[in-house]
């Protein structure tokens, strides 16, 4: 049976007034509809025959009906009209957005400032994405003739895309076929499973469209591997005047021009698969400029895809055992902070321990 623009109009209006009312919806309430200029008794021979094609239920002995999954696929692929968000609705958004952004950097920066004071050392604070983030599907969109829209949605539901130039030899159908091998083989991977065999895998599926798929595999495994979230805070570098190992001026000078995000970069990377809090002594410190130095990090979970990272740098004669401790406080307080619905105050340690410190 065919699927005429009429039995489109009427499957469409009657998900559309399903939707609003959660109630079977009859052939008189589509024929009031002011778009309707069908009487009744052909809306209802229209209804009786997409049941039969399967796009319509009739619950019970009610004579209305409701759209079945099948209904919804097509309403969904189909039918239904693009919605435009209202300004309020725009606003509201951008401001929970906002509101969630500036809730991690105003804690970013607050836990490095507390972490500081606890140590007495300088401290360093971030928020980055979870090494465990996956693809959870790929898209490919035309963009016109000769180029596309790769989109990739990760499993922390953040959105990427590209815009990919397309091949003269590139055809939409070789297009679609692509996306199919991607969605087959690249989806559920974090970035440590990416691989040249995943590479051949997708470009022996993909077809006439294989040499598209290096371009977005590395695109991808680039995103996968970007830090995502607040950027990286030091605070309390002052401290390290403090200890007697940086009297010399010239020496302290060269550590603290040091203490900025870029030679600290590597940290988060370095912690991502271990679990607890980890020492660098000296030498094991992947930034040249801290091989004098001794550097101590942990993580903790935000959520919604996030993890935290406080840490201290300081001299090597530093007392690890109280370091350790005072950060594993601070990690194990701000992920039980975070799991929680309402966010109570930022934690602390005893002042007593402050006060030795």
Known sequence: ME?????????????????????????KAVAELPDMNYSSATIRNE????????????????????????????YV???MSDYRLSLDETRSINTAIE???????????????????????????????????????????QAGQGSFILVVMLSDDEVVNKLI??????????????????????????????????????????????SLAPVILEFTLQTLRRPSGAGMVVAGQHRLLEQPEYRDVDKAQRVLTSLDEEALSNLPALIQNENGTQVLVGPENVARELKDTSVVVTKFDIGDGMQGMIGVVGPTRMDYAKVTARLSYFAESLSKLFSKPEQPQLPQPPKEEIKEA
Do not use: C, W
Not at 4 to 26: F, M, Q, W
Not at 179 to 184: D, E, F, G, I, S
């Open 47 to 74: 209804m009786a025959e997409l049941t039969a094609m399967g796009y319509l239920e009739q619950p019970h002995t009610s004579a209305g009906r409701v759209p079945s999954a099948a209904g919804y696929r097509l």
């Open 165 to 210: 130039k397309l091949p003269l030899d590139v055809a939409e159908e070789d297009v679609k076929q692509l996306m199919t091998a991607l969605n087959a083989a690249a989806v559920g991977l974090t970035a440590a499973e990416y691989s040249q065999r995943l590479m051949e895998r997708v470009m022996a599926a993909a077809g006439p469209a294989a």
């Open 99 to 141: 509101e969630k952004v500036q809730q991690v950097d105003k804690l970013v920066e607050k836990v490095a400032r507390m972490v500081s004071q606890a140590t007495s050392l300088p401290a360093i604070s971030m928020a980055s994405r979870q090494a465990s983030v996956s693809v959870k599907r790929f898209d490919l969109i």
């Open 3 to 27: 699927l005429t623009e009429r039995k489109k109009k009427v499957l469409r209006s009657i998900v559309d007034l399903y939707i609003h009312n959660a109630e079977p919806v009859g052939s």
């Open 77 to 79: 692929d189909e039918l």
